[in-house]
Nanobody
Framework: QVQLVESGGGLAQAGGSLRLSCTAS????????LGWYRQAPGKQRELVAS???????NYADSVKGRFTIFRDNTKTTLYLQMNSLKPEDTAVYYC????????WGQGTQVTVSS
């Protein structure tokens, strides 16, 4: 059974940093393209960062230069380092495959105050 569990969210001030983690089980992690998605109140869920099995990364324009996605295949964990946070980064953050293949988990709430 595939399980993706997000953690690491919280409250941060604008300009601050947070690191999100996504621990995976039930998948061949190193062979999986994965991404971080977010959904802000009243908005559609969007893909903000992805990482291929090769390690190639892609970012939404809104987070480019501020967020870094990386993976540790030995720990089957996906990370999102978020720096220079802005209030508009406030959202629930989820990890999933790219493209999406499994049901969404609970996500982790990120709230950025101005």
């Amino acid at each position: 059974q595939v399980q993706l569990v997000e953690s690491g969210g919280g409250l941060a001030q604008a300009g601050g940093s947070l690191r999100l983690s996504c621990t995976a089980s039930g998948i061949i992690f190193r062979l999986s393209a994965l991404g971080w998605y977010r959904q802000a109140p009243g908005k559609q869920r969007e893909l903000v960062a992805s990482i291929a099995t090769s390690g190639i990364t892609n970012y939404a324009d809104s987070v480019k230069g501020r967020f870094t996605i990386f993976r540790d295949n030995t720990k089957t964990t996906l990370y999102l380092q978020m720096n220079s946070l802005k209030p508009e980064d406030t959202a629930v953050y989820y990890c999933n495959f790219v493209p999406v293949r499994v049901a969404w988990g609970q996500g982790t709430q990120v709230t950025v105050s101005s």
